[in-house]
């Protein structure tokens, strides 16, 4: 699925979107607690990539975290900005963060790879080391399930990663894993985290792909 068509489908029901999703009331407590957690041991500057209408941006940054909002969506950052004035937010992509190597504390990413292509994904787990500092922290928020599968989300077709296999695809980019969980949601639906560490001295080396 391309960004083009991802980004299509989240314009057309942006309002709706925003409507179900864009206050932090709504998410749940597991979670808030564990971002919590995380946003008191992050250090140094955060991007929350795939910020959305800009509810975790906001979160993030009453917690005392030092956080700047990312969404390719335009109609988000819009929202995020009339909604949250105080905070910052940016245009911009999961794979190209705009960011110079090591000059971010953590990347918040929650949910925002879920629309990813799995042959795509090395590409923003790459972008995300090249910009964490060593010890840094990354956050990501996906939907889990036994197989590699997409599925029918609200907006657009989506994906379910084995937990394992997602965490292999981070720790590969050069992050050592410190955390899963996971929950069910509802029938049919399993939400899953993982929180991670950037390798000290590592330097991604991908293979060669014909």
């Not at 564990?34 to 500057?45: F, I, K, M, N, T």
């Not at 955060?46 to 975290?65: E, I, K, M, N, S």
Request: glycine residues 10%; charged residues 20%; proline residues 6%.
């Amino acid at each position: 699925m391309s960004l083009e068509s991802v980004l299509a489908a989240y314009g057309a029901r942006a309002g709706e979107y925003i409507d179900v999703v864009g206050r932090i009331d709504n998410a749940a407590a597991p979670d808030l607690m564990l971002v919590q957690r995380w946003a008191h041991s992050v250090e140094g500057r955060v991007l929350d990539v795939g910020c959305g209408p800009g509810q975790w941006t906001h979160y993030l940054a009453g917690l005392g975290v030092d956080v700047e909002g990312l969404d390719p969506v335009a109609e988000f950052i819009e929202s995020a900005q009339a909604t949250y004035p105080d905070e910052r937010y940016r245009i911009g992509r999961a794979e190209a963060l705009g960011v110079g190597d090591g000059a971010l504390g953590g990347v918040f990413a929650w949910y925002s790879l879920i629309h990813t292509d799995p042959k795509q994904i090395d590409a923003p787990l790459d972008e995300f080391a090249r910009c964490i500092r060593p010890r840094g922290g990354l956050v990501l928020g996906f939907f889990t399930g036994s197989e590699l599968a997409p599925f029918e989300h609200a907006v657009t077709t989506a994906y379910c990663w084995p937990l394992d296999l997602l965490a292999s695809k981070v720790e590969a980019a050069g992050f050592a894993v410190t955390h899963t969980e996971s929950r069910a949601d509802r029938p049919g639906r399993t939400l899953a985290t993982i929180l991670a560490t950037r390798t000290v001295g590592s330097q991604l080396v991908r293979p060669l792909r014909p």
